[in-house]
């Protein structure tokens, strides 16, 4: 139990189109799902945190304008990358919590790939 | 600002050995830890989990040992295999809110 999905795996844009990542609970429902950004040989860094049915809290120097969070139900939440450029290219993880597991624990999602040409 | 840190980047063990990688952490609010496991091109894999009310928590072959007076973390890995052959990390929960911190990563290498 307790698994986490992301799509798409892998996605190549071009520069200044917007790309939406999904991010979804398969068997429980969660409250809470956080985005997570990792450069290449780099460390997991929390962008924001997403509450179903509220608005999204960013990290500090997180643009919201520019990564748009929508956590409309209980088992979905999407990053929006809009405009993106090529710094922008990265590895986007999910993760989330169960409400009804302990709530410490976050179970991860396997991750996007973002390439910005 | 505080964050979690590791002391060794690389480590490289021959097969069968055990591992130990290290973690330090700076805030003192934090209450529960945890090691993730990351393969290349995957998402974090939880391997073991320590509350602040522990020192030392048991796993299948891993090891978590938490020393609050130093601020220090470690995972133990028993009979290391190729395939534990990943970068891992600690995380801290800095007390509250559900937000984990991670620390750099140490990618592990097992020689056959």
């Known amino acids: 139990g307790a698994v986490v999905s992301q799509h798409p795996s892998w996605v190549i844009c071009k520069s200044g189109t917007s790309v939406k990542i999904e991010c979804r609970s398969l068997?429980?429902?969660?409250?809470?799902m956080f985005w997570y950004r990792q450069f290449p040989k780099q460390s997991l860094m929390l962008m924001a945190t997403?509450?179903?049915?509220?608005?999204?809290?960013?990290e500090q120097g997180v643009e919201k304008d520019k990564f748009l969070i929508n956590h409309a139900s209980l088992t979905l939440s999407t990053l929006t990358v809009t405009s993106a450029h090529p710094e922008d290219s990265s590895f986007y993880i999910c993760?989330?919590?169960?409400?009804?597991?302990?709530?410490?624990?976050?179970?991860f999602g396997p991750g996007t790939r973002l390439t910005v040409l | 600002g505080e964050s979690v840190g590791l002391h060794l980047p690389t480590l490289s063990v021959q097969e069968g050995d055990n591992s130990i990688i290290n973690c330090a952490y700076s805030?003192?609010?934090?209450?529960?830890f945890i090691w993730y496991k990351q393969e290349s091109g995957k998402g974090p894999q939880f391997i073991i989990d320590?509350?602040?009310?522990?020192d030392k928590r048991q796993g299948q072959r891993v090891t978590v040992l938490l020393n609050k007076t130093v601020k220090h973390l470690s995972l133990q890995i028993a009979a290391t295999q190729p395939g534990d052959s990943a970068v891992y990390f600690c995380?801290?929960?800095?007390?509250?809110?559900?937000?984990?911190?991670f620390g750099k990563g140490t990618l592990l290498t097992v020689n056959p």
């Open positions: 993760s989330a919590i169960s409400s009804g597991r302990n709530t410490d624990t976050q179970y």
């Open positions: 068997d429980f429902q969660a409250t809470t």
């Open positions: 997403s509450n179903e049915g509220s608005k999204a809290t960013y």
């Open positions: 805030n003192s609010a934090s209450d529960y």
């Open positions: 320590i509350r602040s009310n522990m």
């Open positions: 995380a801290e929960n800095g007390g509250s809110n559900y937000k984990l911190t």
